[in-house]
């Protein structure tokens, strides 16, 4: 799937810079499917191989993260990107489902509370960085990668592990642990498309 997703997005970009404009529509067709495929089939990956993931591939993933909306553009966002085996052993240590035994990289997603000087906007953290989070998620798969959202807050002693082999500073609470690598094996989507938990109009 990620091999048609990839072919797909060049496809869409060869048609964009080479095609009159008649073939416009069709190469703006073939992103959008582009683009929903890699939602569709975008999955919990927890096992991976030895393959080290690119500097510049861990920005772009994580620039990626940077483009979630925000509520009041406060981008409360700071993100910990973390290679060394050593960190995340350490990281293992202190998360007992961090699936990080075999991970190459995680991406540690957390809420930087010094930016805000409204206790109701302060609120607002968790939404924030949850869409950052969907995004780098997406972004991995699109680029070849398997990662796994792994919870860290509002749980106080994982926070607390968290924080201390990262040497968080205070006002830095981790969100949550994002597994991340090559994936080792095949790994599908579950079908989550249930129509009875739709509503239009009134419930």
């Known amino acids: 799937m990620k091999t048609k997703f990839s072919v797909l997005l060049c496809l869409a970009a060869l048609l964009s810079s080479c095609a009159g404009t008649q073939e416009q529509p069709q190469a703006e067709s073939n992103d959008s499917q582009a683009v929903i495929e890699n939602i569709m089939t975008r999955t919990s990956v927890r096992r991976f191989t030895s393959q080290p993931i690119a500097a510049d591939t ?3 993933i994580v620039k990626a993260g940077m483009a979630a ?3 009041m553009n406060i981008q409360p966002w700071s993100f910990v ?3 060394e085996r050593a960190v995340l052993d350490s990281l293992e240590s202190v998360h007992p489902y961090s699936n990080l035994a075999t991970a190459t990289a995680a991406i540690i ?3 930087d509370m010094q930016k805000y000087n409204d206790d109701t906007l302060r609120q607002y953290w968790v939404q924030d960085c ?3 989070t969907e995004n780098i998620l997406l972004a991995a798969h699109g680029l070849g990668l398997g990662a ?3 919870g860290v807050y509002p749980s106080a002693e994982r926070v607390s592990g968290v924080r201390h082999v990262l040497e968080l500073p205070g006002n830095i609470v981790p969100l949550n642990l994002i597994a991340m690598g090559y994936p080792d094996g095949e790994f599908a989507p579950k079908d989550k498309w ?3 938990v739709i509503h239009y109009q009134k419930w």
Request: proline share 10%.
């Open 148 to 150: 796994v959202w792994c």
């Open 58 to 60: 861990l920005e772009t």
């Open 69 to 71: 909306p925000t509520a």
């Open 194 to 196: 249930n129509p009875e």
């Open 109 to 111: 997603v957390c809420g």
């Open 81 to 83: 990107v973390v290679t």
């Open 130 to 132: 949850s869409a950052a």
